[in-house]
T-cell receptor
Framework: GAVVSQHPSWVICKSGTSVKIECRSL??????MFWYRQFPKQSLMLMATSNEGSKATYEQGVEKDKFLINHASLTLSTLTVTSAHPEDSSFYIC????????????FGQGTRLTVV | GQNIDQPTEMTATEGAIVQINCTYQ??????LFWYQQHAGEAPTFLSY??LDGLEEKGRFSSFLSRSKGYSYLLLKELQMKDSASYLC??????????WGAGTKLIIKP
């Protein structure tokens, strides 16, 4: 199957700083990438959908100025958590897919963010 | 609006059978997916249905009825390692994935 690489796997940052998470599709071109957040013992929550070359579509309640998403190429999308606070500590996961009827979404390994 | 519903949590006994339901209302339909996710890990693909009927893959089976907007994931001979969240997702007319909130399955010995 296709491989999606997410980096870093975990990060600890100080409150008020910004953190960038990268999501790369290694062997296919991902026209659409999804970013999720998951708090302990809760299900995945879709934050935003990004299409290559256009602005991301954010889900209701997700601050687009706080969670900056860039999808400048067909193999790379980044999520930047700006001015992070302890309540932003969570597990962030990306997934990538290509247009088509039966193509599944391929997930990155996830990034555990801890803001202290 | 687009909506996918599945139970929040289910409990079953080791060795038994459990059925996790998923109902959907989307703008168009281009397939339904089931994923498994263990805590702290990324989801893994389980099954894909685009035509009505049952798809069997080992201990797991997935069923689809497009006319009813309904699917289920059937897990047989439950094992403790099956304790996880199970996510239902539908591709709409724009081939965008719409995700359910997931069902947390608890297996008891």
């Amino acid at each position: 199957g296709a491989v999606v690489s997410q980096h870093p796997s975990w990060v600890i940052c100080k409150s008020g700083t910004s953190v960038k998470i990268e999501c790369r599709s290694l062997d296919f071109q991902a026209t659409t990438m999804f970013w999720y957040r998951q708090f302990p013992k809760q299900s995945l929550m879709l934050m935003a959908t990004s299409n290559e070359g256009s602005k991301a579509t954010y889900e209701q309640g997700v601050e687009k100025d706080k969670f900056l998403i860039n999808h400048a190429s067909l193999t790379l999308s980044t999520l930047t958590v700006t001015s992070a606070h302890p309540e932003d500590s969570s597990f962030y996961i990306c997934s990538a897919s290509t247009p088509g009827r039966d193509t599944e979404a391929f997930f990155g390994q996830g990034t555990r963010l801890t803001v202290v | 609006g687009q909506n996918i519903d599945q139970p929040t949590e289910m409990t079953a006994t080791e060795g038994a059978i459990v059925q996790i339901n998923c109902t959907y209302q989307t703008s168009g339909f281009n397939g339904l997916f089931w994923y498994q996710q263990h805590a702290g890990e990324a989801p893994t693909f389980l099954s894909y249905n685009v035509l009505d009927g049952l798809e069997e893959k080992g201990r797991f089976s997935s069923f689809l009825s497009r006319s009813k907007g309904y699917s289920y994931l059937l897990l047989k001979e439950l094992q403790m390692k099956d304790s996880a969240s199970y996510l239902c997702a539908v591709k709409d007319s724009n081939y965008q994935l719409i995700w359910g909130a997931g069902t947390k399955l608890i297996i008891k010995p």
